[in-house]
């Protein structure tokens, strides 16, 4: 556990804006022509994976009161088909079923384990710490 000198809401605001900081590498990374060159993790798959896996954690930690399914999995899922649909009409990009399937299994693997995570990283002074 890391406990951050930041009040509780200190700390959801500053989850909130790591999820726009790691939306907006992403989109940008999605819709480059130039290849970046970054750390592949094995495959593009598992690069998919980690990026959908840290914006459900920014996510589920910027906004912690709110149902994970119907205000967390489905603005992801809405987005990688956002992506998608937009790399199939770049000439430098396509539309990949294994992609968007590999952002559903990150935001469901992120599920699986939420409860752990929300206390990898807490206020100090909150009833966690």
């Known amino acids: 556990m890391i406990v951050v000198p930041l009040k509780p809401h200190q700390l959801c605001w500053a989850f909130r804006i790591a999820l726009l900081i790691n939306l907006t590498v992403i989109s940008w990374l999605a819709f480059t022509a130039s290849k970046v060159q970054i750390a592949e ?6 690069n998919h994976f980690a990026a959908f896996f840290v914006l459900s954690y920014c996510l589920d930690r910027g906004f912690p009161g709110y149902n994970f399914f119907k205000f967390k999995f489905v603005p992801l899922f809405l987005y990688g088909v956002s992506i998608e649909l937009l790399q199939s009409e770049l000439a430098y990009r396509e539309f990949s079923l294994w992609d968007l399937l590999a952002d559903v299994i990150a935001v469901g693997a992120y ?5 752990p995570f929300r206390q990898l990283v807490v206020a100090r002074g909150s009833s966690s710490a």
């Open 41 to 46: 993790l094995a495959t593009d798959k598992v």
């Open 111 to 115: 599920w699986l384990v939420r409860k």
